[in-house]
C-alpha cells in the first residue's frame, strides 16, 4: 500500500488547492494562475479553437467550451441560476488545467 501511493503521489494533488468538491476549477480562478483576467482567457480560448462563441437568449455571451473538449474530459459545463436565470458555466477538469496551462505556457515562451 505504501508503495502504492508513492506511484500516485505525484500525480494526485497537482491542481486540489485551486479545485471544487467536484474536482473542477472555474475560469476565473484558471485566468488568476496565469495571470490574466477571466475574459482574456476565454478570448484566447476561442481564437485557439478551445472555446466556441455564443450568445445566449438574454443577449449575453458565454462562451463555452466545444463539445470535443467536453466530451474528452478536459471541461464540465455546469448550470447556475441566479436572479431567477439559469446559464451555463464553465470548469476545467485538471486535464484541461494542463491544456490551458501549457499552451499558455508555450505561447508565452515564444
Not at 12 to 23: L, R, S, V
Not at 51 to 64: A, I, P, V
Request: proline share 3%.
Amino acid at each position: 500500500l505504501e508503495a502504492t501511493n508513492k506511484v500516485l503521489a505525484p500525480k494526485a494533488g497537482k491542481w486540489d488547492a485551486f479545485m471544487n468538491a467536484e474536482g473542477l476549477i472555474g475560469m476565473t480562478e484558471l485566468a488568476d494562475i496565469l495571470g490574466t483576467n477571466v475574459r482574456q482567457l476565454t478570448g484566447w480560448l476561442v481564437d485557439r479553437g478551445i472555446y466556441r462563441k455564443q450568445t445566449s437568449e438574454h443577449g449575453g455571451r458565454r462562451n463555452l467550451p466545444r463539445v470535443t473538449y467536453r466530451n474528452s474530459g478536459h471541461f464540465d459545463v455546469k448550470f447556475e441560476e441566479k436572479n431567477g436565470f439559469k446559464f451555463p458555466v464553465a470548469y476545467a477538469t485538471s486535464e484541461g488545467v494542463d491544456l490551458i496551462v501549457d499552451l499558455w505556457s508555450q505561447q508565452n515562451a515564444a
